[in-house]
């Protein structure tokens, strides 16, 4: 399967072209990083859930996730970001 085959069936992101990948993927890993490590860390753990046990066990662990991140100053500001349509201050690191 090619890469634009690959993106058309929605198995990928994005492509780039071969010259671009490293600085593609700084970028991407930079994006990241900008995020909460709390949630970061719990989007993680329910995607290497779902790899073992199933689709089933990452989805639980999405969900326990959901559950205790919602409290968290991060969930408020993202949030208030959102509804003011701004960009999220992750200053609760």
């Known amino acids: 399967m090619s890469a634009g085959e690959a993106l058309a ?3 990928v ?4 072209p071969d010259e671009a990948v ?12 900008a995020y909460p ?5 719990a989007a993680k753990r329910a995607v290497n859930a779902a790899l073992e046990p199933g689709l089933a066990a ?3 662990e999405e969900r326990n996730a959901f559950f205790a991140l ?8 993202g949030m208030a970001a959102f509804l003011e349509k701004r960009q ?3 200053r609760a690191r």
């Open 58 to 60: 990452g989805l639980a």
């Open 88 to 90: 999220p201050d992750w």
């Open 37 to 41: 490590r709390a949630a970061v860390a």
């Open 13 to 16: 992101s994005r492509v780039v």
């Open 70 to 77: 919602f409290g968290t100053d991060e969930q408020r500001e």
């Open 22 to 33: 490293i600085e593609s993927a700084i970028a991407i890993g930079g994006q990241i990083a």
């Open 9 to 11: 069936r929605g198995l």
